[in-house]
């Protein structure tokens, strides 16, 4: 009978193995398929001058494939948007974990979440079509398609997840932290400034790097709200195509295994090294400030 | 058990002898983008009426799909230009003739905001606007205020056409906005007081305003008598002269109640 049973255990560890390695089977695949279609380009331009050229004239002749005002348009939108949502974000969630009483709590953070809700396109069309004239009007600027208004929109998107995992950190700091805070006489402030928040740093942390990583691989929101320039900005009143928006607008009619299409594939592997680095960077910040124990605020 | 059996020996047999029926009249049409949506919207709606056709339709690219009609891998190959002289060369040296078919044309038409008292632009200023030379609306007539120049994605039809016809082969300059869509740009063309954009003939609307281009309205009618200049007519190509099959479906695609009312509705300009 012990033998049926353990064939049974072996069985259902090898069930669980699989399942558990299929992500990992097919994110694997997926890499492999996207520098398989993208290195092809660098028969054509050099590393140095894909990454680093100015202009992208994928099907004029002779082409041009510079990709580097759509990773300054990347970058820019992406820090503008963090500048923007982090504080929103994290304040948020020091307020609801913190300060509010269990029923504003229990009422605000479900919104919150649902705003990550929202579908992308959602939040593009708003952008375009409310946000848009409205920037025109308010500033003078000739476009309210630019870096600014798509930051605004992506920090829309990127609040709900920094808000709900830090507000999850916050609130698991130990209850005997703060209270041992107090006891020695900190006000209510001193205790979240000094003792909640470097508690829970490294939850934070994660919450934005994954939050940032959303902006930077967001399309369509920045396919619509951007405008799509392929510049490197002057001002964050300027148009920018930043990285996913460029692949999106070019991949349907672009001559499959032509130069162009992967060229557009290259520029998903630069995201993709982007996003990669993202997440290590949240992982060992994550690791390094781990509160173990009480010992080490 | 064995009853079963049959049945599933049956179905199978069934499987295998309809299969080569459901594709007796299979038609492969390859090539323009620009054409594509001509392409597809005709074939639906004649697989519709005729059930025991059927035809499989892809880009690639007007090129792709004159070489493919040379080399015989196609049926009908979509083309947004007329075939090369060293195409038609190529094209002798392996014996085979393609035949051109004008299944509709292209009409790009210059947009502005209804509030912009410009009404027309000539094809230098276009030009000059578009290679950010012309930044300001006060050079070509109208308010003082930047012009927001609004581009299409570089490997659409659209942008084909400008970059041959308006552009003649320069570049538009990197600081023009990109929509991916003659939708999109009409929106933010409409949404924007000082935006210049260029759409399909087809996607006008009420929002926008389409300038005349050298004095010339674009419309059907000018469009077809060669008046207006950012236009072109778009192909099918045969391998010889189509029999069959092939025939029947171009047919269809120029009958004015059938294919050519579909031309219309995919943004182009019907030939009647």
Same mark, same amino acid.
Not at chain 1, 223 to 243: N, Q, Y
């Given at each position: ?29 997926? @890499? ?13 331009? @050099? ?103 798509? @930051? ?13 995992? @830090? ?131 | ?20 029926? !459901? ?6 049409i390859k090539g323009s983008t620009t054409v594509l949506p001509i392409a597809q919207?005709v074939a639906? !709606? ?11 339709i892809s880009g690639g690219g007007s090129?792709n799909g004159i070489?493919a009609i040379?080399?015989?891998?196609t049926?009908i190959a979509d083309s947004s230009r ?19 078919f004008?299944v509709a ?52 039809g ?76 778009l192909f099918m190509f045969t ?14 695609v ?19």
């Amino acid at each position: 009978m012990a033998n049926i049973r353990q064939i049974k255990d072996r069985g259902m560890n090898i069930t669980f193995f699989c399942i558990a390695t299929a992500s990992i089977t097919i994110l694997f695949t997926i @890499s492999v398929f996207l520098f398989v279609e993208g290195l092809p380009i660098f028969k054509v331009v @050099s590393v140095k001058n894909f990454i680093f050229g100015t202009y992208w004239y994928p099907t004029s002749d002779p082409p041009d494939f510079g990709i580097f005002p759509m990773i300054i348009g990347s970058l820019v939108v992406t820090i503008l948007s963090a500048a923007i949502s982090i504080p929103l974000g994290v304040m948020t969630a020091v307020y609801l974990a913190e300060i509010a009483t269990v029923k504003i709590r229990e009422l605000v953070k479900p919104i919150v979440e649902l705003l990550a809700a929202l579908p992308s396109v959602v939040i593009g069309f708003f952008g375009m079509v409310i946000v848009a004239p409205f920037l025109q009007n308010i500033l003078d600027i000739s476009t309210g398609l630019n870096i600014f208004n798509a @930051s605004l929109m992506l920090a829309f998107m990127s609040v709900p997840t920094i808000c709900s995992i @830090s507000e999850d950190a916050i609130y698991s700091v130990p209850a005997n932290l703060k209270e041992a805070s107090l006891a020695l006489g900190a006000t209510h402030l001193e205790t979240i400034a000094r003792v909640i928040l470097p508690a829970s740093i490294s939850g934070i942390s994660t919450a934005i790097i994954l939050g940032m990583s959303r902006a930077v691989g967001e399309t369509m929101v920045v396919l619509m709200v951007a405008g799509g320039a392929a510049m490197v900005p002057s001002s964050i009143f300027d148009p920018a195509r930043p990285m996913p928006a460029s692949i999106a607008a070019e991949m349907a009619e672009a001559p499959f295994r032509g130069d162009h299409y992967y060229a557009l594939f290259a520029t998903g592997i630069v995201l993709f090294v982007f996003t990669f680095i993202f997440n290590i960077v949240a992982e060992h910040i994550a690791h390094k400030y781990r509160q173990v124990g009480e010992a080490s605020l | 058990m064995k009853k079963m059996h049959f049945v599933i020996l049956t179905l199978t047999l069934l499987f295998f002898c309809a299969t080569p029926l !459901a594709f007796a009249g299979k038609l492969v049409i390859k090539g323009s983008t620009t054409v594509l949506p001509i392409a597809q919207k005709v074939a639906e !709606a004649y697989m519709k009426e005729n059930p025991d056709t059927s035809i499989s339709i892809s880009g690639g690219g007007s090129g792709n799909g004159i070489k493919a009609i040379i080399d015989g891998t196609t049926d009908i190959a979509d083309s947004s230009r007329f075939i090369k002289d060293k195409e038609v060369k190529l094209a002798m040296e392996k014996g085979t003739y393609p035949v051109p078919f004008r299944v509709a044309y292209d009409c790009i038409v210059p947009i502005v905001h209804p509030s912009n008292p410009v009404k027309n632009l000539t094809m230098d200023q276009l030009k000059a606007i578009y290679k950010g030379e012309v930044k300001d609306w006060k050079e070509v007539g109208g308010p003082n205020k930047k012009i927001v120049v609004i581009s299409r994605d570089t490997s659409s039809g659209t942008y084909e056409v400008w970059e041959g016809k308006v552009m003649k082969k320069e570049r538009v300059y990197p600081g023009a906005l990109l929509q991916a869509s003659n939708g999109a740009v009409a929106q933010a063309v409409a949404k924007n007081k000082y935006a210049v954009g260029y759409i399909g003939f087809g996607y006008l609307n009420k929002d926008v305003k389409a300038l005349t281009v050298n004095s010339v309205t674009g419309s059907s009618a000018t469009t077809l008598d060669g008046t207006f200049p950012i236009s072109r007519p778009l192909f099918m190509f045969t391998q010889g002269w189509p029999e069959g099959d092939i025939v029947k479906f171009l047919n269809y695609v120029l009958r004015p109640d059938k294919g050519q009312k579909l031309v219309g509705e995919a943004g182009f300009v019907p030939l009647y």
